[in-house]
């Protein structure tokens, strides 16, 4: 059973940037087991987005064009993930998920079964 926690969270100007990290831990992976980490979001009345994925083994990424070059995603040897954020705009503002699951790397929320409890991030004009 993988856990996430997310942290990272809080209020900031437009414009301005956030690092948001994910800690997984009963996560037993080697470095060729075949994992993706992701980091959703999801707006008040909206559905819940997939912004980006990193791949293990290797640390391939993807990211959505909603927020392609102002978020960044990335991995460490501890299996915890981030989110760099940068530019940030109201429009930013939601609730930001991290995800995991095993196998090939998926945008789609049904794809992943293991979930943080997130973490909000608001973004004020």
């Known amino acids: 059973q993988v856990q996430l926690v997310e942290s990272g969270g809080g209020s900031v100007q437009a414009g301005g940037s956030l690092r948001l990290s994910c800690e997984a831990s009963a996560l037993s992976a080697g470095i060729h087991t075949m994992y993706c980490m992701a980091w959703f979001r999801q707006a008040p009345g909206k559905e819940r987005e997939g912004i980006a994925t990193i791949y293990n083994p290797g640390a391939s990424t993807t990211v959505a064009d909603s927020v392609k070059g102002r978020f960044t995603i990335s991995r460490d040897n501890a299996k915890n993930a981030y989110l760099q954020m940068n530019n940030l705009t109201p429009e930013d503002t939601a609730m930001f998920y991290c995800?995991?699951?095993?196998?090939?790397?998926?945008?789609?929320?049904?794809?992943?079964?293991?979930w943080g409890q997130g973490t909000q991030v608001t973004v004020s004009s």
């Open positions: 995800a995991f699951r095993w196998g090939r790397c998926d945008l789609g929320v049904s794809a992943f079964r293991f």
